[in-house]
């Protein structure tokens, strides 16, 4: 991924890279993603047999060749003429796949040629008949579950008051799934939800549903109990609230607070090397989702870019899992990371400029 970042932005217009990059307020959260990843150690199995290793694994049952998912973006078409589409077919030839957001451009219906399994992500409107539009539009074309993002009661506002990503682009680039054009009102995200979205977004798909944005134990707890099939540990990509935690801190408590129940539990956030992959896989996590290094590899080389950049995550994370003893997905346990105090691992914040780099950390519309 060396230099994707840079590719990406010269060809991007200034105010869309900008978008992509930028985190809320001072951008720490953005910025102190991967360094979380970072500081987590691994103690190596030695003399295992490892002569062949296999990173296959099954995400609410469906079978992929890689842990290494790609995440929710908005605005991919600005990255690519064909948005997800494209995207899609480079997740299928890797072996993986996409979770593909509400505000996209991209008809729903041009995504199963891709042939990759997928998810819709939503975030549920004031007017619910919007989300449930929405919603029979992704079941129509294939779509295997439903990602609710919980953690935009209202929209962070990137240190701008009032900011929001329908503020510099057209809304032919948000709402390709809907009929016509709804009210900015109307389509706004509900502030009001509880648990219980949760069973009433089964009941509109008969699909399970992932909440995405959990970053406690006690929230997790709930959301289990309430019927959610997965948790996707996640703080937005540090674009909502600035100081938030970052996931490698948060996903041990959420792990273990959801463990004998059967629910699945992923990250996002700062994902950049095959080691940051294991590290997150021993701390408990099914798989990961990777989101800006997608955009920036969707940009410099569109489908084949994704998928290139899928393989190489993958084959890093191979790399590693032989290096540590691990031959499968299945052996790789807590005990493969050093235990250090989360007192330490937080100890002296990395002196971030505060440049909303956001370089490998999570996306995702607004």
């Known amino acids: 991924m060396d230099g994707l970042q840079e590719q990406a932005a010269r060809t991007l217009p200034a105010d869309i890279y900008g978008y992509f990059c930028r985190g809320a307020g001072a951008g720490v959260s953005?910025?102190?993603?991967?360094?979380a990843w970072d500081r987590l150690r691994l103690r190596p199995h030695v003399l295992r047999d490892v002569s062949s290793c296999d990173t296959s694994t099954t995400v609410l049952g469906t079978s992929v060749a890689t842990p290494v998912l790609v995440a929710p973006s908005t605005l991919q078409r600005r990255a690519d003429p064909e948005g997800e589409a494209a995207?899609?077919?480079?997740?299928?030839?890797?072996?993986?796949?996409?979770?593909?957001?509400?505000?996209?451009?991209?008809?729903?219906?041009?995504?199963?040629?891709?042939?990759?399994?997928?998810?819709?992500?939503?975030?549920?409107?004031?007017?619910?008949?919007?989300?449930v539009e929405v919603l029979q539009r992704a079941k129509a074309a294939g779509a295997r579950a439903v990602v609710l993002t919980a953690d935009t009661p209202v929209i962070?506002?990137?240190?701008?008051?009032?900011?929001h990503v329908a503020d510099f682009v057209q809304p032919e680039d948000l709402y390709g799934n809907v009929t016509g054009i709804p009210a900015r009102e109307a389509a706004e995200h509900a502030p009001d939800l509880?648990?219980?979205?949760?069973?009433?977004?089964r009941e509109q798909t008969g699909l399970p549903v992932v909440v995405k944005g959990v970053l406690r134990g006690d929230d997790a707890r709930e959301f289990a109990a309430a019927g959610a099939s997965g948790l996707l540990v996640s703080n937005h990509g540090g674009r909502q609230l600035d100081g938030l935690v970052p996931t490698a801190w948060a996903l041990p408590e959420v792990v273990g607070a959801v463990a004998g129940t059967g629910t699945e539990v992923y990250?996002?956030?700062?994902?950049?090397?095959?080691?940051?992959v294991?590290?997150?896989?021993?701390?408990?996590?099914?798989?990961?989702?990777?989101?800006r290094p997608v955009l920036w590899a969707l940009t410099v080389a569109g489908d084949a870019?994704?998928?290139?950049?899928?393989?190489?995550?993958?084959?890093?994370?191979?790399?590693?899992?032989?290096?540590?003893?691990?031959?499968s997905l299945d052996q790789v346990e807590r005990d493969l990371l050093w235990e250090l105090p989360l007192n330490q691992i937080g100890r002296d914040p990395v002196n971030h400029p505060r440049a909303n780099s956001g370089t490998c950390a999570e996306q995702e519309a607004p």
């Open 278 to 291: 294991l590290s997150a896989l021993a701390l408990g996590a099914r798989a990961v989702f990777i989101g």
């Open 194 to 201: 509880t648990p219980e979205v949760i069973g009433w977004l």
């Open 305 to 327: 870019g994704v998928a290139r950049l899928v393989d190489e995550l993958t084959r890093e994370l191979a790399e590693a899992m032989r290096i540590v003893g691990a031959s």
């Open 267 to 276: 990250v996002d956030g700062g994902l950049c090397r095959g080691t940051h």
């Open 156 to 163: 962070g506002s990137h240190g701008k008051p009032g900011a």
């Open 87 to 131: 995207t899609a077919r480079g997740v299928a030839r890797a072996g993986s796949l996409l979770a593909v957001t509400s505000n996209t451009a991209v008809p729903f219906s041009a995504l199963p040629a891709s042939g990759a399994p997928w998810w819709v992500q939503v975030y549920v409107a004031r007017d619910r008949s919007l989300t």
């Open 30 to 35: 953005a910025a102190e993603a991967s360094e």
